[in-house]
């Protein structure tokens, strides 16, 4: 069965500051990960996802995530934080036990960005 | 502009009564979602349908009803049988059913119960 784990329901940084955005995931085999972005009343966007290709993913607006096996993690940075990353932030896996990839969400980490 | 709409925005309704959330594509994807969103839970899969006349129940799937009766529509009809159904709900499409494409969010529809 697969889970995820998102530390920190809430993350606060200042505008320049790193971001820092941590996913733990369980899985019986190599899994799919994605991380989505949500505005206040709003859908969710893909910023990134992993599929087996390089572990080190580069998204939108400037965010990326290293997949690290050995650590089961696919934690979420950005060198320097802007106002505008304000918003609630979604890691998913999707692995293939069963032959079935139905997405499991964590919970989500609201990013707050001080000026 | 290719992408998903739900109507409506919000969404009010009396206790005993079923409502019915719209979720239309224009993407050409086979494959559609409904998710519920609650403070503090993330989302959990309420259906999903893969293809046309076909679906699925998810997670969480008791006191929801849907369709696929064609392959840009999938209506969420939440019944009286669902206890809680304050909250915000989402629809996502993807061209397969397989789970390892992104998935494409609607903007949500907000339901609360008076």
């Known amino acids: 069965a697969q889970s995820v784990t998102q530390l920190g329901s809430h993350v606060s940084v200042s505008e320049g500051a790193l971001v820092l955005l941590r996913c733990n995931y369980s899985s019986s085999v190599p899994p799919y990960l994605f991380w989505y972005v949500q505005y206040p009343n709003q859908g969710l966007q893909l910023l990134l996802k992993?599929?087996?290709?390089?572990?080190l993913v580069k998204g939108i607006n400037g965010f990326e995530a290293e997949f690290k096996k050995s650590e089961t993690s696919f934690h979420l940075t950005k060198p320097s934080a802007h106002m505008s990353d304000a918003a609630e932030y979604f890691c998913a896996v999707s692995d293939p036990t069963g032959g079935s990839y139905i997405p499991t969400f964590g919970r989500g980490t609201s990013l707050i960005v001080h000026p | 502009d290719g992408g998903i709409t739900q109507s409506p925005k919000y969404l009010f309704r009396k206790e005993g009564q079923n409502v019915t959330l719209s979720c239309e594509q224009n993407?050409?994807?086979?494959?559609m979602y409904w998710y519920r969103q609650d403070p503090g839970q993330g989302l959990r899969l309420i259906y999903y349908s893969q293809i046309v006349n076909d679906f699925q129940k998810g997670d969480i799937a008791e006191g929801y009803s849907v369709s696929r009766e064609k392959k840009e529509s999938f209506p969420l009809t939440v019944t009286s049988a669902q206890k809680n159904p304050t909250a915000f709900y989402l629809c996502?499409?993807?061209?397969?059913?397989?789970?390892?494409?992104?998935?494409?969010f609607g903007p949500g529809t907000r339901l609360t119960v008076l």
């Open positions: 996502a499409s993807s061209p397969d059913g397989t789970f390892r494409y992104t998935q494409y």
């Open positions: 992993y599929t087996s290709a390089a572990t």
């Open positions: 993407l050409n994807h086979d494959a």
